[in-house]
């Protein structure tokens, strides 16, 4: 259920409604809007007629059921999306977030190569992976908490907030200590231990869609962050696996509309897993753009072929460059700016 609170409640009615609230066995969460404050009340479905009663408490507007699943990921709780401050950086309002960098992060001067380059061309934000989930156990498994240092020097170097994956619930205080935004990768979409912990953590996530998560699984698992506390989730469409074998994965564009319709949350798009091929990457970020993704997240490489990690999907600089200039040209046409 959503108690809607009238456009001048004063704090105190407010703070009333939720200790009633929390009397009735519910989790309250309190979202402040611009207008309006709605109090969120989060459990078992058992006692909520209980809830009902708050109807006529002073400084109620409405005592509303909340019909999805996903209480507080849903749009009903807040209607004109939510914004997450990233180290200074929006997501989710007018303004399209472009976060930039390797695969993983291999070297300082790779990196440092990096960070120039997508800072030069107009990133809002740098990524690396310190940690990587790889298909093989023999394959390059990321540089683990030198590869932190490194991200977060490159990133202070050049001025951008820094976000990187966390694999293992036991890493979660060491990676949130060097970096901005911690993300999730897809083959921990539901990893659920790690998602519970994370909502107990103050820094934003970035969580990135299963390959086989139907998009209504894609907002339970972002609702096990946010009932922890955390309120800053970024979500992330990154293609998912069907029939088709030409592409890496096949970069689901339709799931930009329909969670923008569901869900509060901000939702940015990852072309260069979403595809898998260097070519593919610009024409499938501009669509995503155009679909209304609220930022893009892209594989940036100063030198691709000695990738140790994602070769094929890594754009040069230069290319990055030209994605920036072609995003800017389709961001004003959809009224959004880079
Ligand atoms: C990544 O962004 O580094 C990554 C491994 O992506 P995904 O989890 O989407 O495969
Ligand atoms: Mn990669």
Not at 16 to 23: H, K
Not at 65 to 79: C, G, N
Not at 96 to 122: F, H, R, T, Y
Request: aromatic share 4%; proline share 5%.
């Amino acid at each position: 259920m959503i108690v809607v609170m009238k456009a001048h409640a004063t704090p105190a009615e407010i703070e009333a409604v939720v200790e009633r609230v929390q009397q009735a066995g519910f989790q309250a969460h309190k979202i402040v809007g611009v207008e309006r404050t709605v109090v969120a009340c989060v459990g078992e479905e058992r006692g909520k007629e209980e809830l009902a009663q708050l109807e006529f408490f002073s400084g109620v507007d409405s005592v509303l059921p909340v019909l999805k699943p996903y209480k507080l990921a849903a749009r009903e709780l807040h209607p004109d999306g939510s914004r997450v401050d990233v180290g200074g950086v929006e997501i989710g309002g007018k303004r399209l977030a472009v976060m930039a960098g390797p695969c993983a992060i291999e070297s300082a001067a790779q990196m440092q190569g990096a960070a120039q380059a997508v800072k030069a061309a107009g990133a809002h934000m740098l990524r690396g992976g310190a940690f990587k989930p790889r298909t093989s156990p023999y394959s390059f498994q990321g540089m683990e908490h030198e590869g932190l240092l490194l991200l977060e020097r490159a990133g202070r170097e050049v001025g951008l907030p820094v976000v990187t994956e966390v694999m293992d619930p036991h890493d979660i205080e060491r990676v949130a200590e060097h970096a901005d935004m911690l993300q999730v990768g897809a083959r921990n979409a539901q990893n659920f231990s790690l998602l519970r912990r994370l909502g107990k953590l103050n820094k934003p996530i970035l969580l990135k869609r299963g390959m086989s998560t139907k998009l209504d699984e894609f907002l339970m698992a972002a609702e096990y962050i946010l009932s922890g506390g955390n309120t800053r989730v970024v979500l992330c469409e990154r293609g998912i696996r069907t029939f088709e074998t030409a592409t890496r994965n096949t970069l689901d564009l339709n799931a930009i509309p329909v969670l923008k319709q569901w869900t509060h949350l901000p939702v940015i798009v990852d072309p260069s897993h979403g595809t898998g091929a260097e070519a593919l990457v610009i024409p499938m970020a501009l669509a995503a753009v155009a679909a209304g993704a609220d930022g893009l997240m892209i594989e940036v490489h100063p030198n691709p072929e000695k990738a140790l990690s994602d070769g094929p999907q890594q754009l040069r600089p230069a290319r990055f460059a030209e994605l920036m200039g072609a995003v800017r040209r389709v961001a004003e046409a959809v009224e959004r700016t880079v």
